[in-house]
């Protein structure tokens, strides 16, 4: 069966989005119970036939599905999708929720590759800056005042690094509740949630570059990262009564940029 189905145009080329149940998971492919993807093609209408390329998914993460899109005013297309999967754990239950809705995304379509950007009206969200330096980075936790609601920005120089391991970390005094890191060698990044014991891992990569942007969003029980001008997307929940650090952990120091916005 397939989910949500929604065909939109973006940058002249037309683009399926659905949600496909029963792809076999492979060992680092397709590895939540149902897949959010889509297929990038062109629509003859005439024929009513549409020709397309293979399937890929949209978001690496364990929480994302069931997305659907709108157009903003100024024609931009906006995803929004439901921030958890069918027959995870969902401690919200107790309260009449079942999971959470992802930040609006907008899509947009280069090397056939779809993009998701956080919508820049989120900006507004945004309180006090809270963290604006650029420093060297080794093991180091982020000292802010409230980690459960900001928008954390890391930029780092791969160029003259002579590491090969990076990696951010939400954590509570009993360990980590998810982490994510980025191989400098592989362009291989590792989603790491360790309360889902044998399916704790997700997978994604990115293209080699100078440049590792790590844009992160913490709210409360959620965490969405955009990798690298969002070409890698990884939508998570975590559930904790603790406050969590954020810490920051490269095999050899590595310059970075590092930006923090408080959170409305």
């Not at 360990?175 to 980025?182: A, C, E, I, T």
Request: glycine share 8%; charged share 30%; hydrophobic share 35%.
């Amino acid at each position: 069966m397939w989910e949500c189905p929604d065909f939109v145009e973006l940058d002249g080329k037309d683009v399926m989005l659905f949600l496909p149940q029963g792809i076999e998971p492979t060992e680092k492919q397709y590895r939540n119970l149902y897949q959010t993807g889509y297929f990038v093609g062109d629509m003859d209408y005439e024929a009513n036939w549409f020709t397309h390329g293979g399937f890929s998914e949209i978001d690496h993460g364990h929480d994302f599905y069931a997305t659907q899109t709108t157009q903003s005013p100024d024609g931009r297309r906006i995803l929004i999708g439901w921030m958890d999967m069918w027959e995870s754990a969902m401690p919200e239950q107790e309260d009449g929720w079942a999971g959470a809705l992802t930040l609006p995304r907008e899509l947009t379509l280069r090397d056939g590759h779809v993009y998701m950007n956080p919508a820049r009206e989120l900006k507004e969200l945004r309180q006090a800056t809270v963290l604006d330096e650029r420093r060297e980075v080794g093991r180091e936790q982020l000292n802010l005042a409230d980690s459960q609601h900001v928008e954390l920005i890391l930029e780092g120089e791969l160029a003259q690094w002579q590491g090969r391991r990076f990696e951010v970390t939400l954590g509570v005094e009993d360990g980590p509740l998810v982490s994510l890191s980025y191989d400098k060698d592989s362009g291989e990044l590792v989603l790491n949630r360790p309360d889902q014991g044998d399916d704790a891992k997700r997978f994604g990569t990115v293209k080699p570059s100078d440049i590792l942007k790590l844009h992160v969003f913490i709210d409360t029980s959620s965490v969405e990262f955009f990798v690298n001008d969002r070409e890698t997307v990884f939508t998570e929940r975590y559930f904790t009564e603790q406050k969590p650090t954020i810490e920051l952990n490269a095999d050899a120091e590595l310059s970075m940029q590092l930006t923090a916005y408080s959170l409305d």
